[in-house]
């Protein structure tokens, strides 16, 4: 048991909403690891939270608003649709959605699809979400060069998880990351600089 989660989705929960477990955030629960980054998904859209709880709308907009509990930041980004990107970084079209099926299908990579409900129900909506996790493969949800170039973000997210996890990648897709690495020049060097301090802090902590 998490004890932010359950504070959290008590809340939710009481107010008609659900809430749950999503990203690192459910892959280091499932792996008994020490849980850093907390990152929630809901039906509740921004607008519905700031009628229950006080939080940071900043990125309201995008759908994701950030909530501080014990000195521990938390996000919660509401179930949604994503479509045209059109600058490698942001979709300009934002969906709010009820249904885990239909969210699942923005994110980037199986193990970072797994959704922990408030009972603890693991729902993996790929399939292989959990195999992966337990096997230590990372695999993108869709096309991976659709993906990246969605997100470039998203290549330094799978060096990593890589590393962070000790994962393995299949070789196609590893030759996809490295030959569509100059995509990262569309992206705000802080952004860079957050993914490296984010990998820097994550071999620290987790050192095999």
Do not use: Q, W
Not at 18 to 28: A, C, E, P, Q, V
Not at 57 to 75: L, M, P, S
Not at 83 to 102: L, M, Q
Not at 175 to 180: G, Q
């Amino acid at each position: 048991m998490d004890k932010i989660f359950d504070y959290l989705k008590k809340i939710f929960n009481d107010h008609n909403f659900r809430l749950y477990m999503i990203g690192s955030t459910s892959r280091d629960y499932l792996l008994n690891r020490e849980i850093n980054d907390y990152d929630f998904v809901s039906d509740a859209t921004p607008s519905d939270i700031a009628k229950f709880l006080e939080c940071d709308h900043t990125f309201a907009r995008f759908g994701t608003v950030k909530y501080y509990y014990e000195n521990k930041k938390i996000d919660i980004v509401t179930l949604r649709k994503e479509s045209e990107y059109k600058d490698f970084r942001h979709p300009n079209k934002i969906e709010f959605v009820k249904d885990i099926d239909i969210d699942y299908k923005r994110r980037d990579f199986t193990i970072n699809a797994i959704y922990i409900d408030e009972n603890y129900n693991v729902i993996d909506p790929t399939k292989c979400g959990i195999n992966d996790l337990n096997s230590r493969h990372l695999r993108f949800i869709k096309d991976p060069l659709t993906s990246i170039k969605e997100d470039p973000l998203r290549i330094l997210r799978a060096y990593r998880f890589i590393k962070e996890y000790n994962l393995s990648i299949d070789g196609k897709d590893l030759r996809i990351l490295k030959e569509n690495e100059d995509l990262l020049k569309h992206l705000n060097v802080n952004k860079i600089k957050e993914e490296e301090k984010k990998l820097k802090g994550a071999l620290k902590n987790y050192e095999k």
